[in-house]
């Protein structure tokens, strides 16, 4: 039994170690990432963010911006040019709306291609070699589009540094595309900052600072109201209140760790993974604990029962193999990306939580009602 336990505990652990290779932020950076084939065409996202609207009365801006973005491509790729040749390589950054994309490709033009064809050329709907874009009637200039040649038989290219100023609220994607099969094996590194006017959060994730911080609120005025009751009635202070007082301190400290590293991360665009690893874990132990102690409570501890006996070693393994597994998932999602996962991986991640959290709920009302049952027995004996 405690080889097994060890055994999940440490492929957990594991798996979540290699997962959290860095977090997920406004600021993405690019190492060297490789394109995919897509139709005619070849792509590599670089990223995708919630933005609000720029807000022209506080003259706070919302942005997009390209910094140090270099591709590079094969010598057998940049030796097939001349030096003296111009353009001989073309690498298209598209930053579309969600609503908008439907206009990358050529489904209008009644074609499966996402590249413009010699065909589609000839009838003067597209560029050959350029990613098919159908302008918005609304806003000419969307789907955005930046393109960055190469020049003669150099193997890199630089992009130009520019900021993209976001004026509508909404969903935006950003691909790295390109047409030429002779460019394949390019790779691109460098970053893009991604901005809100309020701060660097994401928009999906900006309504989660102010949620952290009404919380954290909300535990330091339910910890000071314990705390006075606690002080007015510590004569008949049962074991189970110290437990209570310490859930309610690990929710306090869960939320305040919550907050300063969302408002950090807000300030900054990126999410340090020291204070990311303090919150993750305060909310494991914190899940854990109330779940421990929502059990032992069921059981009759503190009421009916003195000490749970024999059933302690199963219950301190429960609760262990849960922390582990809460800790292991909450990693993944806040210093990973999940996204990279596949099914089965991401169903290795979820399922032992799922399961546990069955356990401890089927384990809870079952023992809840044998100490329901005692209780009544108790109770009606001297009649």
């Known amino acids: 039994m405690r080889r097994a336990t060890l055994s999940l505990a440490l492929g957990l652990s594991l798996i979540a170690l290699l997962a959290a290779r860095g977090a997920d932020a406004s600021i993405h950076e690019y190492a060297g990432g490789g394109f995919a084939p897509r139709a005619n065409s070849f792509f590599f996202h670089g990223g995708s963010e919630g933005l609000y609207a720029s807000d022209l009365l506080s003259n706070s801006s919302s942005f ?6 270099v591709f590079r491509r094969t010598l057998e790729s940049a030796s097939r040019h001349e030096e003296m040749q111009q353009k001989t390589g073309l690498v298209e950054a598209i930053i579309v709306e969600i609503q908008d994309r439907d206009k990358i490709g050529g489904s209008y033009l009644h074609s499966d291609a996402i590249c413009c064809t010699p065909e589609l050329d000839k009838e ?3 560029r050959v070699g350029e990613v098919i874009i159908r302008p ?4 000419p200039d969307w789907p955005k589009r930046i393109q960055t040649f190469f020049d003669g038989k150099n193997e890199e290219t630089t992009m130009v540094t520019q900021i993209v100023s976001i004026n509508k609220t909404g969903m935006y994607y950003l691909y790295f595309m390109f047409c030429d ?3 394949k094996g390019l ?4 970053r893009t900052v991604w901005r809100n006017p309020q701060g660097y959060l994401p928009g999906k994730m900006a309504p989660m600072m102010t949620f952290y911080g009404v919380m954290s609120l909300a535990y330091l005025a339910l910890g000071l109201l314990w705390f006075i009751q606690f002080v007015r009635c510590w004569k008949d202070i049962l074991q189970l209140h110290y437990h209570i007082t310490t859930v309610i ?3 306090m400290c869960e939320m305040a760790f919550w907050y300063f590293e969302y408002a950090n991360f807000n300030s900054t665009g990126t999410r340090p993974i020291g204070i990311t690893l303090w919150a993750v874990t305060f909310t494991a132990v914190k899940k854990t604990v109330s779940r421990f102690l929502l059990l ?3 059981m009759g501890y503190g009421v009916v029962l003195p000490t749970l006996g024999g059933i302690t070693s199963r219950v301190a393994a429960l609760g262990f193999i849960y922390f582990v597994a809460s800790e292991a998932l909450e990693l993944v999602e806040n210093l990973g990306n999940i996204n990279d996962f596949s099914g089965k991986t991401r169903l290795f991640l979820v399922l032992p939580v799922a399961v546990l959290d069955a356990t401890f709920i089927i384990w809870i009302f079952s023992s809840l009602s044998r100490t329901l049952e005692k209780l009544q027995v108790t109770t009606s004996w001297p009649n």
């Open 249 to 251: 301190a690990l929710g």
């Open 124 to 126: 003067k709907s597209c």
């Open 136 to 139: 918005n009637p609304e806003n």
């Open 296 to 298: 032992v409570v069921s």
């Open 181 to 183: 099969p002779q460019l």
């Open 64 to 69: 997009i911006r390209f910094d140090s973005i």
């Open 187 to 190: 790779k691109v590194t460098g």
